[in-house]
Every structure is written in C-alpha cells, then in structure tokens.
C-alpha cells in the first residue's frame, strides 16, 4: 500500500471539510469489507447521504435486517421469545441432584 501525499496546507483544508461535514450532522465512518461488497456499500452510502425518497427506502429496507428493537414490557418480551428459530424446540433440563462434593472442615 501507496502513503498518501500530504501538500503543505491541505490538512487545513481537509480539517475545514470535516468541521463543516460533522456541523451540518454527517459523521465520518471507515469499514472494511470484501474487495466484491465495495461497490455495494459506496452505492449505500451515497443513497444516504443524497438524502430524500431514496434515502428513507434505503433505510426503511435495511434497518430490519440488522437492528432488533429492545423489549420494554413482557408481551414484547415473550413476542421476541415465540419469534425465536428455537421456539418449537423441546427444551429439557435437568438439575444434577448430587450431594455435591464433600468438604472436610479439619
């Protein structure tokens, strides 16, 4: 991999981008991914970043996929439960009912 060149003066320039980029509510992100996914995420990103129809789509279509909300009463709770891939699994446990090790207290 290639070091990037720094020209005297464009660290001024880049910090001013970015002070203007985070105050009107963007944020900087750096991912790594696979080289064949590049394409895909670049093609996200702008589509969020345009803003608009496309962006609420965008985020209405993925934000399912990769985000659980929290469960805040027990109907949620156990709604979480039931949509579990475990839910019709029969489950056994069975508690050991030894006397557990014996200890000498000399």
Known sequence: MSKAVVRKGSGARVARHRTKVAAAGSQR???TVPAQDAPLLKAIAG???SGGPEA???RETLLPM???KKARTGVELVAFFRASPLSNTKLTFERDRSAGPSIDFE
């Open 29 to 31: 992100v750096e991912v």
């Open 66 to 68: 990769v985000s659980s």
């Open 47 to 49: 589509a969020l970043r």
């Open 56 to 58: 609420k789509r965008v």
